[in-house]
Structures are given as structure tokens and as C-alpha cells.
């Protein structure tokens, strides 16, 4: 059984708090809209693609499910898929399931973006086995649906199909073929399996749209150029005419931001090793801020108390051991100790000034020292949320709350300060 938060202590973490605005670097990525199905049903709100619903698209809880391999919910994977999500099964009688969510307040207009913002459409999907065939399932953007419809009008679709293809299309109801289709065979042969993606599709300024997979772009042969489509919504569609096919979902969200900012890291993006191969020279990459694979989390929660609970004046200082938020949360509630909350995001100069002191400065790491530290990217999903919930804008910023989850003070780190002004400021708020 993992360790996870509780809907009781996210709800006693996550209390909106006021913003004090001061200087600071708004934070990147917004999340405009998440579903991961932690409540153990389908959203209040959705709608369904395809005929006979009902009984091919369930929430299921994934510890109740067998013969499933450790990677399915083990290590990071375990952490970001939570304890419920999606399962939707077609047929060739039924060749077409999905949704799409939720309410007319989560379609995303593009006009949004400006120049060179993006939107990041997004899914995770659990490819199986090599060996085993991997369903037809694809993350969509699509124009809003009208009450009745059993398909979109038009929609951009990017996932895998045939077992054998990574591809993107744009498809516009009644017309033969795909007015765009853009696919890549060597790719698909490299994904990890088994194992969590990441599929999104990103929309760039006013036309341009890109492919992601964990985080790292796909390579076709040109960049898409396809304005149609202004206003759209996250969905998710599986198809297969052929054969029966399942698949599990997780993690439908739209995140945006009107600047231009490199994509957040993908949690899953630890399984392809060093590197991600495409057809363009990428850099090393690694899993996000705060997530700690291959450490079980009641091992990684005794230590932390330990470390916490015999403390010593004499002890060497150092840079501060952040802990991820269900970790940092228990371990406060356990010992009674305070947390700090540092709410980052990567790429920003400010909170690499910060993290800068925290690493070399005694003063600091001191004032650390006295709370259960706490660090949040506020770029992925679960730290997005946080940060909406908390009414964090700018960053980078510290919350400092009791076991209780009541905040304390807050502050946020400016271009011009220092560990002294700073700390005067989270000294100062009452």
C-alpha cells in the first residue's frame, strides 16, 4: 500500500491564502485544468465520445488491479499516478471511447497565448510490455462539442497507433482524410516499456503546434503551421476497428502561459536514462525538483524524522535536504515541527539566486534548520495546484506553516534582496 496524501491533509494543506504582492518573477506555467481522478469517480462534469459509455470508460483503483508489472505504480510513477484513474476499453463493434473534460470553464482560447506563449494539452498513458500490443490511444485538443454529438467536430490528436507509430494528425469531421499526418516509426520502437508517458500536444503563439513526449520534443519531418481551431479542450480518444483493445489513463490537464518558457519536466522522463534519443541532438535531462525515485516513502519518512527529531547545535550546516510535500507533511505532523514551503519552478533567475543562498550562506541554512523544509516545482502538476491553492503568483516564494497546516508568515524573494532583507521580510508578516 503507497503513502499518499490524504484528501483530509491536502485539504488542511491547501488553504487559500492571500497574495502579498512585491517584487518577484510570476510563476511560469498555470494549471487551467486538472482531472486525476483522486475521487474515485468520473468528474461531475464531462463529455463522453463514442456510444455506449458507460461501460467502457470506468475509474478504477489501482491497488485492486493485477497482474501488473512493479512499474506500474512503483517509484516516481506511484507518486504521480495516485491511488485511482481511468480505463477505457473499444471493440470493433465499438471502435471509438473517450472523453473529454469538463465544463465550458476549461476551454482554453488560443488568443491567450500571445506571441509566444503555450498551452500544453496533456494525458498519461501506461504503455505495456514489449511484446504485448500497445492500444490506439491518443491525447486530443478538440473544438468543443454540442449536446448530442457522439464525436468532435475537429480535433488535433497526437499518441500511437497500429503498434508501430508515434503520430500527430489534425482531423476535420466528414472529410475522407486527415488534413495533417505526421508519423514516426523509430520512435515508437524506443519508448520504455512497460512503463508511464507523458503525451502532449503544445500550442506555440498563434499558430504553431508541437509534440511532447516526457517532456522532450518530437521531431517530425517540418514544424506544424495549423491555425484552425482557436478554442479547445483537453480529451483523450481510443480507436481500434480491428480488435479489442484497454488502455489506463491518467493526469488529463491543460497548463499555459502567456511567456516563453521551456516545457516543465516530465516525471516519467527517468526511464529513458540518461538521455532522450529523438531525431534532433538533445541535452541530458532529469526527473523534476522534489520527487524522489527508487526511495520508499516510509523509509524516506523514518529517516527524515530521525534526522529531525535529534538535531544537534554542533551538527556541520549545509545545504537544506529538501523533501518532497506528502513527506515534508508527515514529517511535520509527527514531530510537530513547522514547515517551510518553498514554492520554485526551474529557469528562473531569482529562485536560482535563492537556491544560490540556501546553498552557501550559514545564516540561512541555519533558519532553515528550525522547520521541516519543503520544496515545491510549481511547473508540475501536483506543485501547480499547490501553488493555485495557496495563491502563489510570483516566485520564488516561502510559506512557512504550522503542523496544523496554518500559515504563519510568507514572503517572497525579490531581484535586490539578500538572505538579510529577506529574512527581515518572513520575520516581519505576522
Known amino acids: 500500500m503507497r503513502n499518499r496524501f490524504s484528501n483530509k491533509r491536502v485539504n488542511i494543506l491547501m488553504i487559500i491564502l492571500t497574495c502579498f504582492i512585491t517584487s518577484g518573477v510570476f510563476a511560469q506555467y ?41 512499474e506500474f505504480d512503483s517509484g516516481i510513477a506511484g507518486k504521480e499516478i495516485g491511488k485511482y484513474g481511468l480505463q477505457i ?95 514516426d516509426e523509430a520512435l515508437f520502437r524506443r519508448l520504455p516499456r512497460p512503463g508511464w508517458h507523458r503525451f502532449a ?18 521531431y517530425f519531418d517540418k514544424p506544424v503551421e495549423e491555425s484552425t481551431i482557436r478554442q479547445l479542450r483537453v480529451g483523450v480518444m481510443l480507436a481500434n476497428k480491428k480488435k479489442d483493445d484497454m488502455v489506463y489513463v491518467d493526469n ?7 511567456e516563453d518558457y521551456p516545457i516543465p519536466a516530465s516525471p516519467y522522463v527517468g526511464s529513458w536514462g ?17 520527487i524522489l525515485p527508487g526511495m520508499e516513502a516510509a523509509a524516506q519518512l523514518a529517516a527524515s524524522i530521525q534526522a529531525v527529531s535529534t538535531p544537534s547545535a554542533s551538527a556541520p ?12 507533511w508527515r514529517t511535520s505532523t509527527a514531530t510537530k515541527i513547522p514547515m517551510l514551503v518553498y514554492f520554485s519552478a526551474p529557469n528562473v533567475p531569482s529562485v536560482e539566486q535563492l537556491d544560490s543562498v540556501f546553498s552557501s550562506d550559514s545564516d540561512s541554512q541555519r533558519f532553515v534548520r528550525k522547520y521541516i523544509p519543503v520544496k515545491i516545482d510549481v511547473n508540475q502538476l501536483q506543485g501547480g495546484q499547490l501553488a493555485k491553492k495557496f495563491g502563489i503568483f510570483k516566485l520564488p516564494s516561502i510559506v512557512i506553516m504550522d503542523s496544523n497546516g496554518k500559515e504563519i508568515t510568507r514572503a517572497i524573494y525579490g531581484k535586490n534582496d539578500n538572505w538579510q532583507t529577506f529574512s527581515a521580510k518572513l520575520q516581519s508578516q505576522p
Request: proline share 9%; hydrophobic share 40%; aromatic share 12%.
Open 30 to 70: 498555470q494549471l487551467f485544468q486538472w482531472t486525476n481522478f483522486e475521487k474515485g469517480k468520473m468528474p461531475d462534469k464531462f463529455i463522453p465520445i463514442g456510444e455506449d459509455f458507460e461501460n467502457n470508460v470506468k475509474v478504477v483503483e489501482y491497488n485492486k488491479l493485477t497482474n501488473l508489472p512493479p
Open 89 to 183: 476499453t473499444v471493440n470493433p463493434a465499438l471502435w471509438i471511447i473517450g472523453l473529454s473534460d469538463l465544463s465550458e470553464d476549461f476551454i482554453l482560447d488560443r488568443n491567450r497565448l500571445g506571441e509566444k506563449g503555450k498551452a500544453l494539452y496533456q494525458a498519461d498513458f501506461f504503455m505495456p510490455a514489449p511484446g504485448e500490443v500497445v492500444p490506439n490511444i491518443a491525447v486530443l485538443a478538440m473544438e468543443p462539442m454540442v449536446p448530442g454529438e457522439k464525436k468532435p467536430r475537429s480535433f488535433y490528436r497526437f499518441g500511437m497507433t497500429e503498434n508501430r507509430h508515434v503520430y500527430f494528425s489534425f482531423v476535420v469531421q466528414d472529410e475522407e482524410a486527415a488534413r495533417i499526418y505526421k508519423w
Open 201 to 218: 500536444i503544445v500550442f506555440e503563439g498563434p499558430s504553431r503546434i508541437h509534440c511532447y513526449i516526457d517532456g522532450q520534443e518530437i
Open 252 to 258: 488529463l490537464s491543460i497548463q499555459w502561459t502567456n
Open 274 to 290: 540518461e538521455t532522450f534519443i529523438t531525431s534532433a541532438p538533445q541535452s541530458p535531462v532529469t526527473a523534476p525538483e522534489a
Open 317 to 328: 550546516l549545509g545545504p537544506p535536504q529538501w523533501l518532497d510535500t506528502e513527506t515534508g
